[in-house]
């Protein structure tokens, strides 16, 4: 009966935790984005009166069109279960394409790019948002200058090893901390808007307009500096299964959208009145009093950024390995109390290395705006190209409402990755090489999981003729239960076969275990598992797991008995197959991918850790496969 009142109690403090984990990215834009518009060496562009309003227009339609109007109003809706992000929007599309495997092959292909281009951008985000914050040292006291690039390593390095203590204590300060960094933004904007209130007139599209008919070029790329406003733009939609749409949207519309434009009108006003702090408009615009407060509070606005986009990358690759694209590995849970709270140190370890390459290799947040804005742009063309299919198969719009609608947004898009392609040589190809990695990876892995299973399959034998003759023949039976894991259900597992081989026994109940990922999040516990009896004392059983869930095989098999198979925890057996690969030319790749299949396998965590098995009760058997 109170559920809604209790609904609206939590608005607030889901509001507030919104504003700590989904905004920093977009909220530290104002530290770097104006000032790289008016200081790059290919296309210089004077702080005249008229360029800054211009790029102020720009600025505002970008905030307007990309976040207010495509994420928050339109690719927000285009949810899975609840959750958002372009992994979780392309299992959306893959399972509604299940009957069209060419467009599955696309939404996969575009769905995996997403991903590998997220993790791109992760290995920029912290290294341009804590540089650019330490850099107003520089401003404050120029001989500080040599002391950037140690100070913000030692601020990345002391934030990537806090990771594997969670972020739950640190999270509870994220929201007021970022609620505090907006009301200065925006408040630092109001100071200087005073001194200058034409500036507002920006607000007017006209000037956009104007700006892009007298430069032409100059304007074009001067889109690539824009686009900097928006890259935190995907966290909204990514995170949305953490917190729910509308306190994303409250917060988007009533405090950050206006703290960050009246910071941005706030820095045009600065540089409408001062041009010579177009060396760094934001710290510039800062009265001196308050200089060094600000540079404190906008590292602690940077760590919390990074921290978001780390938290970020851990749930990303969860869910690829959930869907498969991605080998096992360690995860950790760092909270008793919130599920996705998780530490992947394997991911955390890569992410660090590479962000302290990258600042050791730019050394200032205006060499590394360089790199910056291809990825997600890219990425962003994504999830509108996978939200088009959804608004016209989910939706049922008809395709010209669906076209009329985004291909406008999508035309903003390929403006925004024209302009940002004429970073690539000065940096820009970092985040593209990583995530051609990440991609080769993925879809590698994939592919082998797919031979691997074919190979096994096609050499299998049915189970339940199998099972059926083992009813006939007089085996001993040792009074406990097997659990037999494998990926095919039909198929007699490698891990009996040797069993009966070598120990000759059969135990008193046999249970053969599938374990399913499917496309949605998350499973109701009444649905968790299917039980089969295929004969008397064999069992198999099907154990469904949702994309943002851990597989933990003996919890779901207690829900068994509710289906008239009790399993005593005490008396099992877990039996798994372990595979020794061996690359073979000419079989399912070329032998380059199928050795570094062999390595990624080799080398993935255990099926015992990963499904959580206690180790004392797992019995493992070997075996060659050639593929």
């Known amino acids: 009966m109170a559920k809604p009142n209790d609904k609206s109690q939590k608005l607030p403090a889901l509001t507030m935790a919104a504003l700590g984990v989904v905004f920093g990215d977009i909220g530290t834009s104002p530290l770097y984005a104006m000032k790289e518009a008016f200081s790059q060496e290919h296309f210089p562009l004077a702080p005249s009166a008229g360029n800054v309003l211009g790029i102020l227009s720009l600025i505002v339609w970008t ?19 609840g959750e958002g992000g372009v992994v979780a929007l392309m299992a959306r599309v893959v399972e509604r394409a299940s009957n069209r495997p060419y467009k599955k092959v696309l939404a996969i292909a575009l769905g995996l790019g997403g991903a590998a281009l997220f993790y791109g951008d992760g290995v920029i985000t912290p290294a341009i948002s804590v540089l650019s914050a330490v850099e107003g040292l520089e401003v404050a006291t120029p001989a500080m200058k040599r002391f950037v690039v140690p100070i913000s390593l030692a601020i990345l390095i002391a934030l990537f090893m806090v990771q594997k203590h969670g972020t739950e204590r640190v999270g509870r300060w994220f929201g007021p901390v970022v609620l505090i960094w907006f009301v200065t933004l925006g408040a630092v904007g109001v100071w200087n808007i005073l001194d200058y209130p034409g500036v507002l007139v920006a607000l007017s599209p006209h000037y956009a307009v104007t700006f892009f008919i007298e430069h032409k070029e100059v304007a074009f790329l001067a889109l690539g500096a824009v686009f900097l406003t928006v890259t935190g733009a995907e966290a909204l939609y990514a995170d949305m299964g953490h917190f729910g749409a509308r306190p994303i949207r409250l917060a988007w519309l009533w405090i950050v959208m206006p703290g960050l434009l009246l910071n941005y009108f706030g820095q045009g006003a600065e540089l409408i009145g001062n041009p010579a702090a177009a060396a760094n408009p934001f710290f510039l615009a800062v009265p001196h009093w308050a200089l060094l407060p600000m540079v404190a509070l906008a590292t602690m606005a940077s760590v919390i950024a990074s921290q978001a986009l780390i938290t970020g990358a851990f749930s990303v690759t969860r869910e690829l390995i959930q869907l498969g694209y991605c080998p096992r590995i360690v995860i950790q849970h760092t909270s008793g109390s919130q599920i996705g709270q998780i530490y992947v140190p394997f991911t955390n370890r ?92 993925m879809s590698t892995w994939k592919r ?48 009996l076969l040797h069993n009966l081989k070598h120990n000759m026994v059969l135990h008193e109940t ?27 004392n064999f069992y198999r059983v099907k154990i469904f797991f949702g994309f943002m869930e851990d597989a933990d095989v003996p919890a779901a098999l207690q829900s068994c008995a509710e289906q008239g198979l009790t399993i005593d925890p005490a008396q099992v057996s877990y039996f798994l197959s372990r595979e020794t690969l061996k690359p073979t030319p000419g079989e399912g790749m070329a032998l380059w991918r199928e050795r570094l299949f062999e390595i990624m396998f080799r080398n993935a965590t255990s099926a015992a850790n990963f499904f959580n098995l206690p180790f004392n009760r797992v019995i493992e058997m070997g075996s060659q496969i050639a593929i």
């Open 63 to 81: 905030l307007i069109m990309v976040v207010t109007v495509k994420y928050v109003l339109l690719v927000m809706r285009a949810d899975n279960h």
């Open 350 to 441: 890569v992410l660090m290395v590479l962000v302290i390459l990258i600042v050791l290799g730019f050394r200032s947040s205006s060499n590394l705006a360089a790199a910056y804005g291809i990825a997600v742009s890219m990425t962003m063309i994504i999830t509108s190209l996978l939200a088009f299919s959804v608004a016209r198969r989910d939706w049922r719009w008809p395709t010209p409402v669906a076209a009329l609608v985004f291909l406008p947004l999508m035309a903003m898009d390929f403006s925004f990755i024209a302009a940002n392609v004429t970073k690539i040589e000065d940096g820009g190809w970092v985040p593209l090489v990583f995530g051609a990695g990440i991609y080769t990876l």
């Open 510 to 536: 046999t249970v053969f275990v599938s374990v399913v990922f499917l496309s949605f999040p998350r499973v109701p516990d009444s649905q968790r598992v299917l039980v089969e009896r295929i004969a008397e």
């Open 448 to 495: 082998g999981r797919e031979i691997l299973t074919q190979k096994m399959g096609g050499d299998g034998i049915p189970l339940e003729p199998f099972v059926e003759s083992l009813c006939r023949e007089p085996f001993p039976r040792a009074p406990l239960t097997a659990v037999f894991l494998t990926s095919r259900s039909d198929i007699v597992p490698h891990a």
